[in-house]
């Protein structure tokens, strides 16, 4: 089955390449011709994960989902959470969001942090959410060339490496997005059976 990944960031793409089994093809909005940027104008994770998948569903009337994922520090109160992609800036600098986050966390020796992914689908006419988190802290230093965004400064609990250390092998199985997505697998193996 075709089913549409509705997000412009690459890194997203290749990763869920890895993670969906043989039988299905993953299609990014670039794959389909969607070059605009979807607004996400949401207060939270789930609802900018649903505006992003409405918006195929309602332009194209394709099998589709989205995820929204954040980065949440409990020493922030949860931020940048969903402002992680824009956390210093409309710029959406990597670097700049996470000399903010350390400038905000100064002097705290371990901060706690999670990772979540929400993801909203739409499979025929059968909309849903999905969750998937993992906890860890952050470093006051950048580890590692794997993953992306701020991968290189969080250790998943139960590890001594950073995402961006520990590669996309490790990161595929126990990571915010591929818990999600799981979740998501097993949800739509159930509605195509
Ligand atoms: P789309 O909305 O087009 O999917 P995006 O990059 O804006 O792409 P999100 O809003 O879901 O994606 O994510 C916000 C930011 O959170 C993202 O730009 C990264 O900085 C960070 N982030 C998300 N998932 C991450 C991951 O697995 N590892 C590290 N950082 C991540």
Request: aromatic share 8%; proline share 3%; hydrophobic share 40%.
């Amino acid at each position: 089955m075709k089913l549409i990944f509705a997000t412009h960031n690459q890194h997203k793409v290749e990763e869920l390449k890895k993670i969906v089994p043989q039988g299905i093809q993953l299609l990014s909005l670039e794959d389909i011709n969607c070059r605009e940027e979807i607004e996400e104008t949401g207060a939270t994770l789930e609802e900018n994960a649903k505006i992003k998948a409405d918006f195929i569903k309602y332009k194209y009337g394709l099998d589709c989902f989205a995820d929204d994922s954040g980065l949440e520090i409990e020493a922030l109160g949860g931020a940048p959470g969903v402002f992680s992609a824009r956390y210093a800036g409309d710029s959406k600098n990597n670097a700049d969001n996470i000399q903010k986050i350390w400038r905000e966390l100064e002097g705290l020796p371990h901060p706690v942090a999670q990772f979540r992914t929400v993801i909203a689908s739409s499979i025929g006419a059968s909309d849903s959410l999905f969750e998937g988190l993992v906890k860890g802290h952050l470093i006051f230093e950048k580890r590692g060339s794997g993953g992306f965004g701020y991968d290189p400064i969080f250790i998943p609990a139960g590890f001594t490496q950073t995402f961006a250390e520990l590669g996309d092998a490790i990161k595929n199985k126990i990571s915010h997005r591929a818990l999600a997505t799981q979740a998501f697998l097993k949800a739509l193996a159930h509605l195509k059976s």
